[in-house]
């Protein structure tokens, strides 16, 4: 066996000179890929510009004899048109273009992954299902890297929605832009803006490491009574200033107010707590801001290697088929 797998190499598509060989073997790859609109050559030039190095196609004997396209659009990776010469089956090549598919999927932060296939396509599901993909309903294949959805806990901060005075608004449209994401909403709270029950219950979520990501909305500004910044600052180990940063920077292009927003964010143990805004439109606004950073910060969190891979860019993998 492991001859077979020596006669061919890795490399990431070429456009335009790989284009033709690659829309020969999907065309002869049977029904499983159905050609249409958007696999002519600009729409590949489109996509290429999205995701340079998630197309990949596998050489032997000077020509291509397998390839597969992927696609991350920060929340979630597709994976499609996973294609190898029937001439050159059941050598390992296709698991070989999807293990380095994935690995560099996880490199940019992606931790789950759809597979689109058609029902009629058995054989590419039973191929799929060795490769431990779980099955979702119309042949929709998804399968999660490094421990699954990431887990976000909302703790709304407000005296006034804690004694039921108001309505909290902020913490329902929150879960509502978690869930958009894909991410899991695995707990929600609200509480008044008291410093130390707000640090004991930070640091609790932490510390019990259910949660990945722990958002706040509210007690973030001037009043004499915000003090979710301080009560973040007292349990986190270390701060993560960028991400403040980068939201204040955002939210100063709509109000010069953004100056005055206090908020904070660090990291307890493997959870992140980031501090929004108390508005509902500023919290969504703020989150969707750090949004296509977050599925890469959690994975460094989880400690898996891949992340940190994808991290170091000198760092190289060479995947299992291939050859320097």
Same mark, same amino acid.
């Given at each position: 066996?492991?001859?077979?797998? +020596? ?40 996509? @290429? ?8 196609? +596998? ?21 499609? #048109? ?16 999807? +293990? ?14 759809? @597979? ?21 309903? =119309? ?15 909302? @703790? ?24 958009? =994401? ?74 010069? =107010? ?13 959870? @992140? ?40 860019? =000198?760092? #190289? ?8």
């Amino acid at each position: 066996m492991k001859e077979a797998l +020596a006669e061919f190499t890795l490399r990431t598509f070429r456009f335009p000179e790989d284009y033709q060989a690659v829309y020969d073997l999907w065309s002869r790859a049977g029904p499983g890929i159905q050609l249409r609109k958007s696999d002519e050559p600009e729409e590949i030039a489109k996509k @290429l510009q999205r995701d340079p190095d998630l197309f990949l196609v +596998a050489e032997a004997e000077g020509r291509i004899i397998g390839a597969v396209m992927g696609g991350f659009d920060g929340r979630r990776g597709l994976i499609y #048109h996973l294609a190898v010469d029937p001439a050159f089956r059941r050598r390992g090549i296709g698991s070989t273009l999807m +293990a380095e598919l994935e690995r560099r999927l996880v490199a940019k932060g992606c931790l789950r992954a759809y @597979l689109l296939v058609t029902e009629e396509n058995q054989e590419t599901m039973a191929f799929y299902r060795r490769l431990g993909v779980g099955d979702h309903a =119309h042949g929709d294949y998804g399968e999660d890297f490094g421990g699954g959805a990431m887990r976000v806990a909302i @703790l709304t901060v407000s005296d006034r929605a804690y004694r039921g005075e108001r309505e909290d608004l902020s913490g329902p449209a929150l879960a509502e832009a978690v869930r958009a =994401h894909g991410w899991e909403v695995a707990q929600t709270a609200v509480l008044p803006d008291e410093l130390g029950l707000l640090r004991d219950t930070l640091a609790a979520w932490a510390d019990g490491g259910a949660y990945d990501i722990i958002l706040t909305t509210g007690g973030t500004g001037f009043a004499p009574r915000d003090v979710t910044p301080e009560a973040t600052l007292a349990v986190v180990e270390k701060q993560a200033p960028g991400l403040a940063e980068a939201m204040r920077a955002a939210s100063l292009q709509v109000t010069p =107010h953004a100056m005055l927003s206090r908020a904070v964010a660090g990291i307890r143990g493997r959870t @992140l707590i980031v501090n929004l805004p108390g508005s509902p439109k500023a919290a969504v606004e703020n989150l969707a801001v750090i949004a296509p950073v977050l599925p890469h910060a959690v994975q460094l969190l989880r400690e898996a290697p891949e992340a940190e891979a994808g991290h170091h860019h =000198h760092h #190289h993998h060479q995947p299992k088929g291939g050859r320097p």
